[in-house]
């Protein structure tokens, strides 16, 4: 019997998930952090996170438009300029997306990498975005397998996202690198966009946020880094991974 390759049976499968994605870093590392959603889950999100604007819109006099951006919110930046030096606020908006992402029953992946590492052990490495990009999404890879279907990738546009479509583009192909070797074939072509415009990016964005805060920053505050570990504690039983590569 003759069988198809793995990839041209995946382009037959059904899209059953949907993957957003965002990233946070520090000066010595970077993360990706990935939310993967059924349809219903994502229509969950989405429904939960418009009613919640319009509470914070009432509560704190920002736009009903505002984006959910964990680093204005917890430092009262931009938009959320009214939670400047209200600690407490800042941390119950950023609580609320987390209990609304992790209420939907969405499987989050956390893929950082030790940047300081990576640029030591190898003369012309990946970039860290796309280091950490490529292993979330042989994750996601995995459990679509598991599914039987393929699923959608929308991310934050960066100024490197021509090239990372390409290279995730190419290991449709071919197999990625590494221990996990894995040909991205139930993975659809990344879809970048703004973030203001997709409430799964912005999901994503206070998810990878919270993540790293809690496993990276050592030194502060001990009531900041009580609210780093119960913001990490609210999406911790909905991790499927969290990784830091150590090259």
Same mark, same amino acid.
């Given at each position: ?32 952090? %990935? ?21 914070? +819109? ?32 800042? $941390? ?14 969405? &499987?989050?992946?956390?893929?950082? $990498?030790?940047? &300081? ?22 994750? $996601? ?6 599914? &039987? ?16 479509? +390409? +290279?995730?583009? %190419? ?29 799964? $990016? ?10 790293? &805060? ?5 030194? %502060?505050?001990?009531? +900041? ?23």
């Amino acid at each position: 019997m003759n069988h198809r390759p793995e990839g041209d049976a995946a382009s037959d499968l059904p899209i059953g998930l949907h993957t957003f994605i965002d990233e946070s870093y520090g000066e010595d590392d970077y993360y990706v952090g %990935g939310l993967v959603l059924t349809p219903d889950q994502l229509a969950a999100i989405e429904r939960e996170l418009e009613a919640f604007k319009a509470v914070v +819109a009432e509560k704190f006099d920002v736009p009903e438009s505002i984006e959910f951006h964990a680093h204005e919110i917890m430092h009262g930046k931009g938009s959320w300029r009214t939670l400047d030096g209200r600690v407490h606020e800042s $941390v119950w908006v950023c609580r609320r997306v987390l209990q609304i992402a992790a209420n939907s029953g969405a &499987r989050i992946h956390i893929q950082g $990498v030790d940047v &300081r590492r990576l640029n030591a052990r190898y003369r012309y490495p990946d970039s860290p975005y796309r280091v950490t990009l490529r292993h979330l999404l042989e994750r $996601v890879h995995d459990e679509c397998q598991w599914r &039987r279907c393929r699923s959608t990738v929308t991310a934050d546009i960066l100024d490197e996202s021509d090239t990372a479509t +390409a +290279a995730i583009a %190419g290991f449709v192909r071919k197999a990625t690198p590494g221990y996990r070797s894995t040909r991205l074939c139930h993975i659809e072509p990344m879809n970048y966009v703004d973030s203001q415009t997709s409430l799964g $990016v912005q999901a994503a964005d206070v998810v990878t946020y919270a993540a790293r &805060r809690h496993l990276e920053v050592r030194d %502060g505050h001990p009531r +900041a880094l009580k609210a780093a570990r119960q913001l990490f504690n609210v999406v911790q039983p909905r991790l499927t991974s969290c990784r830091k590569w150590e090259p």
